[in-house]
Each structure stands twice: as structure tokens, then as C-alpha cells.
């Protein structure tokens, strides 16, 4: 029995023992590969603006600390649970690894619904849970990131809360900061910029024209919008787009400028559009050049995986496609999938861009911040399509054992304490 449970991490573990049969590792090292070094759970009482006093449930998970400290997201909403957490740990461990960064995985998250939350609110949560966390992070301990619900000014507010626990201003406690407050620039679009980059590799291995190519980007956030608006300048055709609150489609296209100053005006895509509204469960399934999934875990399943009509699969977010759906896509050898572990990545090697400004308070041009990040994103396309085809295996699983192998090959090293 173990503390971390539900769908997401029972995803994780599925995924995990796959590669551990792959990669032959001894069972009586598998569990120490898998759980969470450490898993913290506070209470984050704040004041509403009512008078009254409501305390939500925190959580942080740092899977381990072989290679440096632990980095990753921290997510304000409502699905938010240990188990999640724990999974999304697990995976920032394996995309880490794989980019060669010096960190394990961590993730961390508040189970509320920021919407329901004025400005003032939504700053003492994040200041709170900041403060709850203080004995347990650090800048070479734990240092965490903007994620779903979470932005810049909640980075800056950790921060400060952090700062001012310690007497001194200390940027490189989170990253995603805004640029004024030791951010990097380049950082807020690195995640949909590496998706686009990544997809653009994965047109030159199929003998993909990306102008005039079609795209459906499910989820128009942070990740999503930036994504379309990439995939708009080089000239693909983006025919389909979500978030929450609305599904939109034209197959003749639609105006992605039009989409992103509706979202800066209002907030989300809901309003943009009657004429072009769609099904958003049937989005996925239209037929397209490439699919982004950039939204929440666990769409694409074996059924919708058998009914997938796209080229090329970007998977935007974290923990898209199910195990089951994997079955599926690995007998269907036209649609090249580009694994969440790999494709994501931006987001985090731009974060480790960030950390290692603000360690040396000495600031990149955006130009750097971009080159270094293909870079990075190039080595691991290569080193993935290159195991794969090696082995005759899936993009993710090439992906993830070259991840695992690394965590793997660092705890053996470090030895286990008597």
C-alpha cells in the first residue's frame, strides 16, 4: 500500500514498469527508481475577502535529488491530489535527464479553483504556500516554476516570500519570474516555442511541408497559445483550437491573432465565436497535419487513439496519452509522436536558463536564450529518433529510458546510505 494513488500515478507507474522491463533493471531497484525521495502535504489557511477564514490542502513532491536539486511546476487547481503531483514528479524526473539538466523532478500544487479567487486572495494563497514550503526548498534544494493556474506574479510572489524569510533577495529560488524581477526573457514562450521546434523536426523526418500543413491545438493557455501562434508563422493552417470554456473550428482556417487578442481582452476563447463552434470531445479526432495536445492528462486514450486522423502527434502536455492508447499508436506506424517528456521540455530547459542567470546575475539577449534552447532540444530529438530506430521501439519509450538510465546510473554511483 502507498500513499500515492489514483489515475495520473497509476499512469506514471505503468509507464515506469514498461521501461524497467526494457531496460532488464533488477526488481529489488525498481521501486527505489519510481517513489518520491520525499512528499510534503500543509494546510494553506488564508482570509477571504468576505471575512471568513478557508484552508486549502498543499502538496510538494520531489522525486530525487541525485543529479541536483529538484525542479518543477507548481499548479493551482481543482485536480490537483498527491497522486498527481507525485506522477507529474515523476515525469519532470525522466524530461530533466533526458535534456541533460542537473535536476530531479518535482512538482507541487494547491487543490483550488483559482477562478474563484479575487487578486488579493489568490496573492495569500501563494504567498502562504510559499511560506509553508520554506524548510523545504531552496535554490539547491527545490526550485519551482509556473504551472497550470500559477503565472509570473505568483513566481514573483514566491519569491519575495522567500526574500524576505531570508533577509535578501534571492531571484533564484523559482523561475518564470517576470523579467523585472530576475526572470529571463524568452522564458514565458520557451514550452510552446520547443513544441513548434520539435514538431518542425518531426515534418523533416516525415517529408512534411509545414506551409499549407493543418493543425489542431487542443488547450489555448500559455503552452497552446504560444504554440498555434509559432505554428502560424510558419505558415500552418491552424483549423481547431480549445480551452475550457470553448471549442473552436474552421476548416479553412482560423485567425490566430484575432484568437490571442480575444483571450488578452477577455480572458478565454468563450465569445470568440458562434459560427465556428465545435464539439470538443470530437476535436481531437479531426483530421490534421498535427495534433497538439496542450491541455490537461489523460485524452487520448486507446478509443480516441484509434480514431486519431493526424501526421504528427506534439504532445504539448504533460501525461496526454494513456498506456492503452501507446498499444494503439505503436501499431499505427504513420502518426509520429513526439513524447511529452521530449516535447515539452522547453519550458524547463529555459527555467534552468533562468537558474543559472540569476546564479551569476549576468543576463542573456533572447537571441542566446533561443539558440541555446534548439540546441538542447536538437540533441534530444536525435538522441530519441536515433534509439528508437536502434531498437525498434516507440518515441516514448526511447525517451524515457534514456531518462530512466540516467537517474538510474546516478543513484548506483552515489550508493545507497547504510
Request: glycine residues 10%; charged residues 20%; contains cysteine.
Amino acid at each position: 500500500m502507498t500513499i500515492y494513488q489514483g489515475p495520473v500515478f497509476d499512469m506514471a507507474r505503468q509507464q515506469f514498469q514498461v521501461i524497467a522491463d526494457y531496460l532488464d533493471i533488477a526488481h529489488d531497484q525498481r521501486e527505489r527508481l519510481l517513489y518520491p525521495k520525499r512528499a510534503i502535504t500543509v494546510s494553506v489557511p488564508i482570509h477571504r475577502d468576505d471575512g471568513t477564514t478557508e484552508v486549502f490542502q498543499g502538496y510538494r513532491v520531489q522525486h530525487h535529488l541525485s543529479l541536483g536539486p529538484t525542479k518543477g511546476g507548481t499548479r493551482f487547481a481543482k485536480s490537483v491530489d498527491i497522486g498527481e503531483v507525485a506522477a507529474l514528479a515523476i515525469w519532470m524526473s525522466w524530461k530533466c535527464a533526458l535534456a541533460g539538466l542537473p535536476y530531479g523532478g518535482a512538482k507541487g500544487g494547491v487543490t483550488v479553483d483559482p477562478a474563484s479567487l479575487s487578486l488579493r486572495e489568490l496573492e495569500a494563497l501563494s504567498r502562504r504556500y510559499m511560506q509553508e514550503m520554506i524548510p523545504f526548498v531552496g535554490p539547491h534544494t527545490d526550485v519551482m516554476a509556473p504551472d497550470m493556474g500559477t503565472n509570473e506574479q505568483v513566481m514573483a510572489w514566491f519569491m519575495d516570500t522567500y526574500s524576505v524569510y531570508r533577509g535578501e533577495t534571492v531571484t533564484e529560488i523559482v523561475t518564470g519570474k517576470p523579467v523585472a524581477t530576475g526572470g529571463t526573457v524568452g522564458r514565458r514562450e520557451a514550452t510552446g516555442r520547443g513544441v513548434v521546434h520539435l514538431a518542425m523536426r518531426a515534418a523533416e523526418s516525415i517529408d512534411l511541408n509545414p506551409s499549407g500543413a493543418s493543425a489542431i491545438v487542443q488547450g489555448f493557455g500559455n503552452v497552446g497559445s504560444v504554440t498555434a501562434t509559432e505554428l502560424a508563422l510558419r505558415g500552418v493552417k491552424v483549423i481547431g483550437v480549445s480551452d475550457h470554456t470553448a471549442c473552436l473550428y474552421d476548416s479553412a482556417g482560423l485567425d490566430v491573432a484575432k484568437l490571442n487578442a480575444h483571450v488578452a481582452k477577455h480572458g478565454t476563447l468563450a465569445g470568440f465565436s458562434t459560427e465556428a463552434a465545435f464539439d470538443p470531445h470530437a476535436l481531437l479526432t479531426q483530421k490534421c497535419d498535427i495534433l497538439v495536445p496542450a491541455a490537461m492528462e489523460r485524452v487520448i486514450d486507446g478509443g480516441v487513439a484509434s480514431q486519431l486522423q493526424c501526421r504528427i502527434l506534439a504532445e504539448g502536455a504533460n501525461g496526454p496519452t494513456t498506456p492503452d492508447a501507446d498499444l494503439v499508436l505503436a501499431e499505427r506506424q504513420e502518426i509520429f509522436v513526439v513524447p511529452d517528456i521530449l516535447c515539452n521540455a522547453g519550458g524547463v530547459v529555459v527555467s534552468y536558463f533562468e537558474w543559472v542567470q540569476d546564479l551569476q546575475q549576468l543576463f542573456w539577449e533572447e537571441s542566446e536564450v533561443n539558440a541555446r534552447l534548439a540546441q538542447i532540444l536538437d540533441r534530444a530529438f536525435t538522441q530519441v529518433t536515433t534509439r528508437a530506430h536502434r531498437d525498434n521501439v516507440s518515441q516514448r519509450t526511447a525517451a524515457m529510458a534514456i531518462g530512466v538510465e540516467k537517474v538510474a546510473a546516478a543513484k548506483e554511483k552515489r550508493g545507497l546510505f547504510p
